[in-house]
């Protein structure tokens, strides 16, 4: 099989992009601990996409394949997620049980992002049915040749820690786990900047 066509998701393309990356994290472990029942996860996933990454919409850093298979969301450097957001659906959205714990993991997330300007993935998804077929690389290689084209870092949370060495792959490397209480791990990594 050949590379992936990809291209920078337009206007049109936010809906697509959202359903990917819906359908891509319906059995992720941490978006599953956050939102156990299918009809929350479903209504709180797209607005945890948004919050996270939606401002790369913005900022040309959203991808999609030609396919319309997978999709990517990449905040460049400077741009940040939407704090405000994050924290509004935490609490109209997460169970009570469940808050202190979703809280938690997003103030350790905080700690681990790197302070200084690197790209910093937020979500990378392909649709279940098209897993295994080299999407998610084709997707990495995309971004990561122009993170090294501007000597930068790039950074994420793999909340799969099925996926860690596919990102070990592309030079990321481990730099511990968030897991508090009863929560899966999530795990953050660094791709240092190259060059």
């Known amino acids: 099989m050949g590379e992936a066509a990809i291209r920078t998701a337009g206007a049109s393309d936010h809906e697509v992009l959202l359903d990917i990356l819906t359908l891509a994290f319906s059995a992720d472990p941490c978006a599953r601990y956050t939102w156990p029942k299918p009809a929350d996860f479903l209504r709180g996933y797209r607005r945890l996409a948004l919050g996270l990454g939606g401002r790369a919409l913005d900022e040309g850093g959203g991808y999609v394949t030609e396919g319309q298979d997978a999709a990517a969301l990449w905040l460049p ?3 940040e997620s939407d704090g405000d957001a994050l924290a509004a659906l935490i609490a109209e959205t997460v169970s009570d049980e469940r808050r202190a714990v979703v809280g938690e993991v997003a103030g350790q997330m905080q700690q681990f992002h790197p302070k200084e300007p690197h790209w910093y993935l937020s979500m990378l998804g392909v649709d279940p049915a098209r897993q295994g077929r080299g999407l998610g690389s084709a997707l990495l290689k995309h971004t990561l040749k122009r993170v090294d084209d501007e000597r930068a870092a790039a950074y994420l949370e793999s909340s799969n ?23 899966p791990p999530l795990i953050p990594m660094l791709r240092p900047a190259r060059g």
């Open 161 to 183: 820690p099925k996926n860690v060495p596919l990102y070990e792959r592309h030079g990321f490397e481990v730099l511990g786990v968030i897991q508090p209480g009863d929560f």
């Open 77 to 79: 450097p400077g741009v």
